[in-house]
């Protein structure tokens, strides 16, 4: 009588969710993941175990690893292309052809929304795999990812039957459904919309395997899966919608100030060290209250703290 083998610990956690590489994989396009922002600094390896830093525009394919700095805050959001399109355009390097600027704000909408993940500070993580294939009926899309150390959060838009989106930890390893998730290296796991499954081996190589839903989060500490609290099912819809879209800079839009200002002749040559509101050419009597930069420092921590 023959005697069966059956896998354990990290084994059966690559057979349970299919990480186990199949002929089709083989077969499907390549595709690469584009920086389309960041705060702070990062770098990223690939084969030739060098590190380089990390530049919005810069595209990576399977093989790279990105590295976030340590201070509170950075991070790097990378859009995923499946090798079945591309993403908006991002930067000086957008060539499309732009509407005549009117009156109003001139600014265009991005193509579609994408995949994007972004890895937050003190963070490694691996592209491992990304690719797309048409089967004639659907699109079926690899996504293969490799979360070392840190946390990240990720945007997944619908994806077909046959697609998976997977993201290996230290001890285990989650799939995902969509829409939007937030997962750490220790396997701690939330899922603000869609659904996830997460499978861990614990101490003594036991499989614990997890499906997670919507609004909720699984705890690595206690093997458990529970609802989350409604603020922060929020914070992770609310930035999710923020990162989700990717689109070329807005062009500001401004009017033409027809208001004549008269200057007494017995000023106007100040001695040029004023900051002209803010503007840094000031050319009067040097006492320029410098208000524009401060003003625009404000809407940058606004900014930054809307996102957090």
């Not at 396009?29 to 705060?39: D, I, L, N, Q």
């Not at 890895?119 to 490799?146: F, H, K, P, R």
């Not at 499978?199 to 699984?218: D, H, I, M, R």
């Not at 879209?245 to 800079?249: C, E, K």
């Given at each position: ?9 990290l084994?059966?956690?690559a ?86 600027i009117?009156?109003?704000?001139a600014s ?47 945007t ?25 998730y ?6 701690l ?9 997460i ?20 705890n ?24 989700r ?5 807005q ?21 040029g060290?004023?900051n ?26 606004a ?6």
């Open positions: 009588m023959k005697k069966c083998v059956f896998p354990t610990g084994a059966a956690l057979v349970a969710l299919g990480l186990v590489a199949s002929a089709e994989a083989q077969s499907m396009a390549p595709g690469k993941a584009k920086v389309v922002r960041m705060s702070g600094h990062a770098r990223f390896m690939t084969g030739n175990n060098t590190w380089q830093p990390v530049k919005i525009g810069d595209t990576y394919a399977a093989g790279t690893i990105i590295q976030t700095d340590q201070s509170k805050g950075s991070y790097v959001d990378i859009a995923l292309i499946d090798g079945k399109g591309g993403i908006a355009a991002t930067g000086p390097s957008d060539n499309r052809q732009l509407a005549p009117t009156a109003h704000l265009y909408q991005p193509e579609s929304q994408q995949n994007v993940v972004r890895i937050w500070e003190n963070t490694a993580l691996g592209i491992d795999s990304l690719g797309a294939m048409n089967t004639g009926a659907d699109t079926v899309t690899d996504t293969q990812l490799d979360l070392r150390a840190g946390h990240i959060f990720g997944v838009k619908k994806m077909s039957a046959g697609s998976k989106y997977e993201i290996k930890l230290p001890n285990g390893v989650a799939g995902i459904r969509g829409t939007c937030e997962l750490w290296s220790t396997g796991f939330r899922i603000g919309s869609g659904s996830g499954v499978s861990t081996v614990g101490a003594n190589n036991e499989l614990n395997t997890k499906v997670v839903p919507s609004g909720s989060e699984f690595p500490g206690t093997g458990d899966v529970s609802p989350m609290p409604q603020n922060l099912i929020d914070s992770l819809n609310k930035l999710e919608q923020a990162i879209v990717v689109s070329a800079p062009l500001a839009s401004f009017t033409v100030d027809s208001t004549v200002q008269n200057v007494s002749p017995t000023h106007g040559h100040g001695n060290n004023g002209g509101n803010g503007n840094g050419n000031g050319n009067g009597n040097g006492n320029g209250n410098g208000d524009g930069g401060d003003n625009e420092g404000a809407v940058l921590n900014a930054s703290q809307a996102q957090h």
